[in-house]
């Protein structure tokens, strides 16, 4: 189970995000400083630059943390709270600053703290990816005749461990 993590920056044609190949954990770890994930998590911006990948650099293991407190993060030291992105557990706000896990992401948004216009979560399993292929050249997130959080065969995923309900949704695909 892989999930794609996609940030809509307010203000700016920004696309930023993640690729988390690693189940998410049931709950928020009471643990306020774990970590989850492994080297094959990666930070990626799409927009309006062309596509950089920020790929993990094996000087710490601090892929992942998801906490009520500190919302979700990836990259970085709790302590110090400097991660390579993060996304406040309101899910209105972030910031983006370099990291150990996953280097210089000074490019990765357009300013260091930004607005989030919105948050999306897919799951990206390999038989969902091909499927989606032979129906559409567009791809999902860039669809304007309907949207995500309409029933249909999208698995978009926003349920995040910890968070009230208001804030996270979930919808589960229909077929």
């Known amino acids: 189970v892989a999930s794609l993590l996609l940030v809509h920056q307010r203000g700016t044609a920004g696309v930023f995000g993640a690729f988390i190949p690693v189940m998410w954990p049931a709950r928020a770890r009471s643990d306020e400083i774990s970590f989850f994930g492994d ?3 990666f930070l990626f911006s799409m927009e309006p630059n062309p596509l950089t990948i920020y790929r993990a650099t094996d000087r710490d293991s601090h892929f992942i943390h998801v906490s009520a407190t500190h919302g979700i993060c990836f990259g970085g030291h709790v302590g110090e709270g400097s991660f390579g992105l993060q996304l ?3 899910l209105l706000s972030g910031r983006s600053l370099p990291s150990l896990t996953f ?4 490019s990765l948004t357009a ?8 948050v999306q979560l897919w799951d990206v399993a390999p038989d969902v990816l091909v499927h989606k292929a032979t129906r559409s050249r567009s791809l999902p997130w860039k669809t304007a005749d309907r949207s995500v959080l309409q029933p249909g ?21 229909s077929s």
């Open 39 to 41: 080297r094959r998590c």
């Open 88 to 90: 406040q557990p309101d």
């Open 103 to 106: 280097g210089d992401t000074s």
């Open 111 to 118: 300013t260091r703290d930004f607005s989030i216009q919105s």
């Open 153 to 173: 065969p999208d698995k978009l995923m926003l349920e995040f461990v910890g968070m009230e309900r208001e804030i996270a949704m979930l919808r589960r695909s």
